[in-house]
């Protein structure tokens, strides 16, 4: 996977960077909105990083740009501000999804490979399959070698949202966010409990856990 | 030198002032208006005059004719004599047709062209009455009329008493306006100074505190006229602004405070990991407890910004009409789980159709941070249970009841000030900010946010604690 990062803090880009490759994908940088949208429009990327506040060219007027030229390379937005607001204006601006600064690498990292997925639409598929596990979105039913579990509608969209990342981490905070549409941050562990509710349906009875836990990340679903 | 010079130029100050251009401007205009006013009652009153000094012209002269067609020249001459003698007001000449005088109390038409109905208007001069030398000249008007048998007749009146009425009204007039201007200008002066007196003070207090003495406030005079109000305000806006400079520093402080210890902590860590770095288990244990540091560092940092932010009064957008029920519904599925998990029996107790004016986001969160005290506090076997109400008066209650061991009256108060944990949770995660951050969020609302005691002691457990938030009540 191709990624290119814009980013005015040249030693953050190069973390980044260095934290992609180390992750197998190739990552290029740029550091103002100029540079990066000229490299943007050249190179075929599948994701693009993006920082709100850079020289020359802000990152949202850079991804407007690329919208308008009809790119829909999906887009990571970095921003030191993370009010509903401003998130809602990032997201408006054209871009797929946005963290708020500082933030954990590996949240970036998985958020990366959520958005990289995104590029091969699955949202037309009506069946979810991963391993023995298969979803009829129509239907509203679930069945793992056959056989039919009963999910509550909760677990139903926590389920959907982890198969679609199937073989990629999701972080706790992505989880409270695409599935709860919360952007706070619960002191407990609410969501471990949600995780550990969903994984007493799907894994208990059969003899391979598919839900795993990825330490000091978050979760990922992989036959 | 040129500025100098353009300067020496200038007005003094108040008279540069807006109040005193704004009286000069309704001065000049008032006076405009008597003037024009006056000027349409003179022009009336002079056409009124000289309208009944034709008129009664034309009636002598009707006389005249009358006699002259019953008797000839005899007769409107003995009339013309009798009434010249009479000492009346008019002038009369009476010619024969070859232009003699005949009779009358002038010697000669006056020398000026007369029009196409024999009108003139002219000046002649009058003896004095007490017989001294000289004469004045006198304003009057006349009309000479050719009779049948060819001879002139001329019959004037004496205007000037009533052109030098008409002149004195119309100096008067003049003089008026102009002292109503020159009366304007003053009071303007007057008006501006005073003003600019007091707007000068306000400046005053503005410059100080531009130049660093941030406690400077605008005077107040206490009447609640306009300048008052515009004090008041300024000085609201700066105990506003003072405020919040506090505050950002207040936040400042505890996040430097906060972050400090964990920061330490995390740096102890891994030098531990660089001296004991042989043991690759050991290693890896302690790059772990690393990263949950951080993780901890990054939730606190979010915490305080989002509270500095509240407080701040940065997010107080347009609030919307939200579905209460939904919302605590979505929250109380969020957490059940977690109680059931902690062996805590939960319950959401909420009728259908409770709404209230708000931001979703902060409200779950609130709603999110007092159920996670509730889990965190109350001990295993105990139960949590979220009510959403209207009270009798309106308003949107949202209140969280456990049996865990409350809060003494004593520290209620200080629970929601930052940072604050009581001794005993020590040992338990977060970061004291929960209840803080609710404070915050209620504030954003206009909501009141209550804390008391729970259902009551059971068993060595208790006496528990119950957290509401008060909405104030929607209109519609």
Redesign the interface.
Known sequence: MRVLIVEDDREVARNIAKMLRECGHVADTAHDGEDGLELARDGAFDVLIVDRMMPRRDGLSMIAALREDGDKTPVLILSALGEVDDRVEGLKAGGDDYLVKPYAPSELIARVDALARRRNPEAVKTRLEVGDLEMDLLARTVRRGGEVLLLQPREFRLLEFLMRNAGQVVTRTMLLEKVWDYHFDPQTNVIDVHISRLRAKIDKPFATAMLHTVRGAGYRLQP | MSETAGSAWRLPPFLRTTAFRLTLLSAGLFALSSFVILALVYAATVGASMNRADAAITGEIAQIEARYAAGGAQAANRYIVQRSVGGGEFLYLFQDPERRRISGNISALPAVPADAQGRVRFVYERAPADGAQGGEGRNARGQIVVLAGGHRVFVGMDVEDETRFISNTLNAVLLASALALGLGIISGAVVSRRFSKRLDAINAAARAIRAGRLETRAPRTHTGDELDELSENFNAMLDRVEHLMQRMRTAGDSIAHDLRLPLTRLRGRLEGVLVEAEDPEAREAAL?RA??D??EL??T???V??LA?LQAG??R?AFERLDLTGLLA?VA???E??CE?QGLEFACDCPAGLWLMG?R?LI??AV??IL?NA??YTPEGGAVVLRGRFTGAGEAEVSVTDTGPGIPMEHRARVLERFVRLEKSRSL???GL?LSLVQAIAEVHGARLTLDEGPGAVDGHGPGLRIALTFPAGEG
């Open positions: 772990q990263i949950a951080v993780d990054l939730r940092f979010h915490a910004l989002s932010r940065e997010r957008r979505d599925e969020l957490y789980p977690v998990d931001d986001e779950a969160q999110a941070n996670d889990v965190k995660p977060g970061v929960g």
